[in-house]
């Protein structure tokens, strides 16, 4: 099912009917900061050794037993 220019234009068409210009504009604007946002989150997590392997590793660090 590939669409082409036209069916792209008929949606765009309704869409604008439906929820107009300007809901239509906050939509998009939201859903790009929405992206962005994921991106970013993905770009920083990628660079952070994962938080439940630091927990599994301090784990299974033998415990020693001070004498107080």
Request: zero cysteines.
């Amino acid at each position: 099912m590939d669409f082409g220019l036209k069916e792209l234009l008929v949606i765009l068409l309704i869409t604008l009917v439906l929820f107009g210009g300007k809901r239509v504009k906050s939509l998009g604007s939201d859903l790009g900061t929405a992206i962005r946002g994921f991106r970013k989150a993905m770009k920083e997590s990628e660079g952070e050794p994962d938080a439940q392997a630091q927990v599994i590793e301090h784990a299974a660090e033998p415990r020693q037993n001070h004498p107080t």
